[in-house]
């Protein structure tokens, strides 16, 4: 079953503008992450948030945690061409082994 | 160079024959995981194993073998392969816990 789930699933958007993607999930997590794919390609990771932290930058990637509501945002700022590609969302939980559970994921297309 | 290589990158095999997809990563990391991605599903976990000679089942591991007598390869079989086993199948290594994944360019399996 999934943990993460995205919201939208598709978003569409000019080059410049904004994305925000929406992550929500069910059970308690040590840290969330989220990846990027590129058409026929392997996951690649993007950011990496711990459970008690509640916000991170990485470049023009800005990620937030609200554990309390069990939800993360991924926000790409003046998203280029290039950013068109889909974003998962994974969890890894408190307990049990090392594993991370995905969600299905936003599909981002960013026109020049 | 570094990195985790999965092979073949394309296979058509018929339904009932055993195919095996192969893994190799060269970071000596503890864990391996392969996941399958599928239209409407996202990544689901097949089989991971936290280090050589220790492996467990994951969401849809049915029709599935795996083994890990070296730590840097991961290979996954199809004992018998179904139209249902059609998909691409991701390979990822971690290091452990609160660490990113780092994945394979995917197989992409056809059973016919």
């Known amino acids: 079953s999934q943990q993460g789930e995205e919201d939208p699933q598709a978003l569409s958007i000019q080059e410049g503008e904004n994305a925000t993607m929406n992550c929500s999930y069910k059970?308690?997590?040590?840290?969330l992450q989220w990846y990027r794919q590129n058409s026929g390609r392997g996951l690649v990771h993007l950011i990496l948030?711990?459970?008690?932290?509640r916000e991170k930058h990485s470049g023009r990637l800005r990620v937030t945690l609200d554990t309390s509501k069990k939800s993360s945002s991924l926000l790409i700022t003046a998203s280029r061409a290039a950013d068109t590609a889909s974003y998962f969302c994974?969890?890894?939980?408190?307990?049990?082994?090392?594993?991370?559970?995905f969600g299905k994921g936003t599909m981002l297309l960013v026109s020049p | 160079d570094a990195g985790i290589t999965q092979s073949p990158r394309y296979k058509i095999t018929e339904t009932g024959r055993q195919v095996t997809l192969m893994c190799h990563q060269t970071?000596?990391?503890?864990?391996m995981f392969w996941y399958r991605q599928d239209l409407g599903h996202g990544l689901r976990l097949i089989y991971y194993?936290?280090?050589?000679?220790?492996?467990d089942k994951g969401e849809v591991s049915d029709g599935y073998v795996v083994s890990r007598s070296k730590t840097e390869n991961f290979p996954l079989t199809l004992e018998s392969a179904t139209r249902s086993q059609t998909s691409v199948y991701f390979c990822?290594?971690?290091?452990?816990?609160?660490?990113?994944?780092?994945f394979g360019n995917g197989t992409r399996l056809t059973v016919t």
């Open positions: 990822a290594s971690r290091t452990g816990n609160n660490s990113p994944l780092h």
């Open positions: 059970t308690s997590i040590n840290n």
């Open positions: 948030i711990r459970s008690n932290e």
């Open positions: 994974a969890t890894d939980a408190l307990s049990g082994y090392s594993t991370l559970t």
């Open positions: 970071w000596s990391h503890s864990y």
């Open positions: 194993s936290a280090a050589a000679d220790i492996t």
